[in-house]
C-alpha cells in the first residue's frame, strides 16, 4: 500500500510564498514521476508541475517562472515552491505519484494524497 501525504498549505497575501510537501511512503519499486495538480471549487484540476526521475520538469504556463518542483535527496520527497502568488492560485493542491508498486512489465503506481488548501487574498 502506498501513502502519499501533502503539507504546507494555507492562507497567505497576493505576492507572498509558500512551499508545500509531498511525502510518498509505503510499498513502493521505483517512483517514475510525481506531479502537483490543484482545483479550485467549480473548476477543473489543473496540472500544475511534474518532477520525472530522469530529472525533466514542467510546469503549466500559468505558474512558469514562479513555481519550482524539486525532489528531496530520497525519491519520497517532493516540494512546491510558490513565489509571487497570486488570488488566482487559490486551490486545493494534491500530489500524485506515478511509477510501479512493483517490478513488471506494467507501471502500476498512481497514488494521491487528500490535499492541502492554498488560499491567497488580494
Known amino acids: 500500500q502506498v501513502r502519499v501525504v501533502e503539507s504546507g498549505g494555507g492562507s497567505v497575501q497576493a505576492g507572498g510564498s509558500l512551499s508545500l510537501s509531498c511525502e510518498i511512503s509505503g510499498s513502493i519499486f521505483t517512483i517514475n514521476a510525481v506531479r502537483w495538480h490543484r482545483q479550485a471549487p467549480g473548476k477543473q484540476r489543473e496540472l500544475v508541475a511534474q518532477s520525472t526521475s530522469g530529472g525533466s520538469t514542467y510546469y503549466a504556463d500559468s505558474v512558469k517562472g514562479r513555481f519550482t518542483i524539486s525532489r528531496g535527496d530520497l525519491q519520497n520527497m517532493v516540494y512546491l515552491h510558490m513565489n509571487n502568488l497570486k488570488p488566482e492560485d487559490t486551490a486545493g493542491y494534491y500530489c500524485?505519484?506515478?511509477?510501479?508498486?512493483?517490478?513488471?512489465?506494467?507501471?502500476?503506481?498512481?497514488?494521491w494524497g487528500q490535499g492541502t488548501q492554498v488560499t491567497v487574498s488580494s
Open positions: 500524485n505519484a506515478l511509477g510501479y508498486a512493483h517490478p513488471g512489465a506494467r507501471p502500476d503506481l498512481d497514488s
